[in-house]
């Protein structure tokens, strides 16, 4: 019996990490129909785990669940999107404020490795490559302040970060600036000046806050019929 669970879970746990990815990457769009037997054959299992995965997302709020539709991926308002960033921003200020003082030679040295790779890769307009080192900025931050509610909370809010700041920053010229931006943040840290650091990274998210904000208004803006849902094909395959 406990052999029966522990696949059955292990199934569930498989069947959630794969549709979040698919979610946070844009394979399933917002407004997308999830319907159990595709998704189903998608993954090779059956439709309990299916179920069960779909329930957690819901419970997530990546998913909404229709009397008539059954499960569909969820669209973002602009409402949630800005409040998706000011709680990002409450959290991250008081991150970069304890990481300033409590990261260690060794953090410092990995943030420094890092935002040189990024001015490298950058000049060669490897926008894929640099987005995924800038998450990584934040995530090492975050990390480094050894608090460990504040890491979880602030984790499952950079899930849906990402998810737009993924197509922010692949369909525009806002990579730049963000990294100027992450360059003053790691002086401050490496100075272990946490007033400054905290106030360098809400300018920061501020910045980046509007400069989204003005994109998701614009309802000819790629981003913004991507967040707030689009009609979708009804194909979905295995990846």
Known sequence: MQKKTA??????????????????????????????????????????????????????????????????????SLKDVSDIYDLRMALEVVAAEEAATRMGDADRKRLSHLLKEVDTLIKKAEKARVLALEQEFHMRIMEATGNWLLTEILGSIFDRIWMIQSVNILTSDHLIDAHKQHMEIYKALEKADSLRSAALMKKHLKFTKKFVLSRLQDSNDFLSKLITGFPESRQLKAS
């Open 7 to 76: 696949v059955k879970d292990s199934l569930t746990d498989r069947a959630y990490k794969e549709i979040k990815k698919w979610i946070v990457r844009y394979k399933l769009k917002p407004g997308f129909q999830l319907r159990i037997d595709e998704l189903s054959t998608a993954l090779g299992m059956s439709q309990t785990p299916i179920r069960e995965a779909l329930s957690k997302l819901e419970h997530e709020h990546l998913v909404d669940r229709h009397p008539q539709k059954g499960y569909v991926v969820r669209a973002l």
